[in-house]
């Protein structure tokens, strides 16, 4: 069992910053994705989109946050952070951090982010 405690989340105005982070209790592999994936408020109905992840060698960001989200990983801490600038309405969400470990994908309960202008 991998348990994920996600922090950081909250209410910022438009423009604004926030730094969410996740910690796993066991180890994750470095060559394992760690990242987070969203869901917009109001959208439980549809899938959760991926926003950024991370493993040795590799990064991903999906396009409408590249420039402003930046993630970062401890690998010896097993930590996952993910710095967000200029953040817009947009980016209203619940966040779920997640890790892949042992072929299962594992779920933070998620922390939400509130941007409003």
């Known amino acids: 069992q991998v348990q994920l405690v996600e922090s950081g989340g909250g209410s910022v105005q438009t423009g604004g910053s926030l730094t969410l982070s996740c910690s796993a209790s066991t180890n994750i592999q470095s060559n394992n994705f760690m990242g987070w994936f969203r869901q917009p408020q109001g959208s439980q109905g549809t899938q959760r989109e991926p926003?950024?992840?991370?493993?040795?060698?590799?990064?991903y960001y999906r396009d409408s946050v590249k420039g402003r989200f930046t993630i970062s990983r401890d690998y010896a801490q097993n930590v996952v952070s993910m710095q967000m600038d200029n953040l817009k309405s947009d980016d209203t969400a619940t966040y779920y951090c997640y890790a892949v470990e042992d072929g299962v994908d594992w779920w933070g309960q998620g922390t939400q982010v509130t941007v409003s202008s």
């Open positions: 926003v950024a992840s991370i493993r040795v060698g590799s990064t």
